[in-house]
């Protein structure tokens, strides 16, 4: 394979998934980790993401106010963003975790509808002080500088103490038979509180995430209430996921 079509891969799986690993980008093109390190290098010269310990995100993940240009499929994820919306109403409590398809749809908000709004996300907190009719509630704790969300004992004993109407949950990977994963076990366990800590958990994901998987387990696709993507609920693509007993949007 060519540099240029290995960089270009790395590229799409940063946009697909956010952030990417080198050693798993390395036994996906069968190549060294080191060949991949110098790829990612040179991409984060030439701005196209950002370089992190053993891996590289996107800019637009990396971003306190990501612009368009930014974010991998804005068109997709904003499709999600309205119609997750269609599942928002008035006076509840709302629990969103991070992402960028989470962050328009915090963007898309209506400024008149007034939610109360739990987030370990600093962008999507953010996001939502703008709106006067929205109560934010940051989820403290440590925070990790590449998905700029918190973790650890002290987010997760917040979770423990909420039960919100909804949660708008992120992930990195869903997959019919493994569930849905994640690259990072801290973030794992943060996911894993969030669910616990909702009525309703509700998964908005791009469909090129659909049969994906990560090292870590967050939790099985029946824990999960509703499935969003920019797909029709009858697309082919969703037909693993229609015996499941999620609801598809």
Same mark, same amino acid.
């Given at each position: ?90 006076? $509840?409590?709302?629990? &969103?975790? =991070? ?5 328009? !749809?915090?963007?898309? #908000?209506? %400024? ?101 998987? $990560?090292?870590?387990? &967050?939790? =099985? ?5 509703? !499935?969003?993507?920019? #797909?029709? %609920? ?16």
């Amino acid at each position: 394979m060519l540099k240029e079509e290995r960089q270009q891969f790395i590229l799409n799986e940063v946009g697909i998934h956010n952030r990417v690993l080198l050693t798993d980008i390395a036994d996906q093109l069968n190549v060294s980790v080191d060949t991949v390190r110098r790829d990612i290098k040179e991409l984060h010269a030439a701005k196209l993401l950002k370089k992190v310990h053993g891996g590289a995100v996107s800019l637009g993940f990396n971003n306190y106010n990501p612009t368009g240009k930014k974010i991998y499929s804005l068109d997709k994820k904003s499709q999600i963003a309205e119609k997750a919306l269609g599942l928002i109403k008035d006076g $509840q409590v709302i629990l &969103i975790s =991070g992402g960028t398809t989470n962050l328009e !749809l915090a963007r898309m #908000l209506p %400024p008149k509808l007034k939610l109360t709004c739990f987030t370990p996300s600093l962008p999507i907190a953010v996001q939502l002080l703008g709106k006067n009719n929205i109560e934010v509630i940051f989820i403290g704790g440590r925070l990790s500088k590449d998905s700029q969300i918190t973790v650890g004992g002290s987010a997760i004993n917040m979770l423990s103490e909420i039960k919100v109407d909804i949660c708008f949950l992120g992930t990195n990977s869903i997959h019919p038979m493994e569930g849905l994963t994640e690259f990072d076990w801290e973030i794992v366990q943060m996911k894993k509180a969030m669910i616990h800590s909702s009525r309703k958990v509700v998964s908005p994901c791009i469909s090129e995430k659909l049969g994906s998987t $990560q090292r870590y387990k &967050i939790c =099985g696709v029946e824990e999960v209430d509703v !499935l969003i993507t920019e #797909l029709e %609920p009858w697309d082919v693509k969703l037909d693993a996921f229609k015996n499941l007993n999620i609801q598809i949007v």
